[in-house]
């Protein structure tokens, strides 16, 4: 069974401060892992996956994550924050065997606010 | 690419009305996903299916929920009889195979 777990449901920061949203997982196959920004009223958003090629990713509108096997984390950065970056965050693990289909299983989300 | 496009986006209906959403997944994609938002659970799949098949209904949450899947570009998910516990977001997404998952804009259904 594969497991997320979001550290902090809610995490504020300043205009410009360094992001840092942490997600560790639980997979007993080699997972792909992911990061989906939801916006207000819309659906989940593909920030960046790991598919287990580089252990860093980079994403869209800055964002990057690191793959730490050994610390079972894929916590999400971006060195400086924009009032737009305010959303709600999800991390998720995957089936890496593609047995699955894409199944995902989901964290419980972390919202971000950024005070200008 | 018109994304994932479900409907309606707002459905408000009473306690024991039958409610169908709808999903029409990106062309060429041949897994569909039904999920479930609510604030106490977060997200949970509901079933997904492969080539038009279920796969996995397990998170179906019991036998007043039902999908199908009739061809490639259609789904729905109904709910009969609705209850108020049954009140959340619901989101279709699909994805070629293997993830990632492309979600649509979901239906938020009130059930009162």
């Known amino acids: 069974a594969q497991s997320v777990t979001q550290l902090g449901s809610h995490v504020s920061v300043s205009e410009g401060a360094l992001v840092l949203l942490r997600c560790n997982y639980s997979?007993?196959?080699?997972?792909?892992l992911f990061w989906y920004v939801q916006y207000p009223n819309q659906g989940l958003q593909l920030l960046l996956k790991y598919t287990s090629a580089a252990t860093l990713v980079k994403g869209i509108n800055g964002f990057e994550a690191e793959f730490k096997k050994s610390e079972t984390s894929f916590h999400l950065t971006k060195p400086s924050a924009h009032m737009s970056d305010a959303a709600e965050y999800f991390c998720?693990?995957?089936?890496?065997?593609?047995?699955?289909?894409?199944?995902?299983?989901f964290g419980q989300g972390t919202i971000l606010t950024v005070h200008p | 690419d018109a994304g994932v496009i479900q409907s309606p986006r707002h459905e408000v209906t009473e306690m024991g009305q039958e409610v169908t959403l709808r999903c029409k997944p990106i062309?060429?994609?041949?897994?569909l996903f039904w999920y479930r938002q609510t604030m106490m659970r977060g997200l949970e799949l509901l079933i997904y299916f492969n080539n038009n098949v279920p796969i996995d209904d397990s998170g179906m949450p019991e036998d007043r929920f039902s999908a199908k899947m009739p061809n490639a570009s259609f789904s729905t998910l109904k709910i009969q009889p609705s209850e108020p516990r049954d009140s959340a977001v619901y989101f279709c997404?699909?994805?070629?195979?293997?993830?990632?998952?492309?979600f649509g804009n979901g239906t938020r259904l009130t059930v009162t």
């Open positions: 998720a693990v995957s089936d890496a065997g593609g047995t699955s289909y894409g199944k995902l299983t």
């Open positions: 997404a699909s994805s070629p195979g293997i993830s990632p998952l492309h």
């Open positions: 062309s060429g994609h041949n897994s």
């Open positions: 997979s007993s196959v080699p997972p792909y």
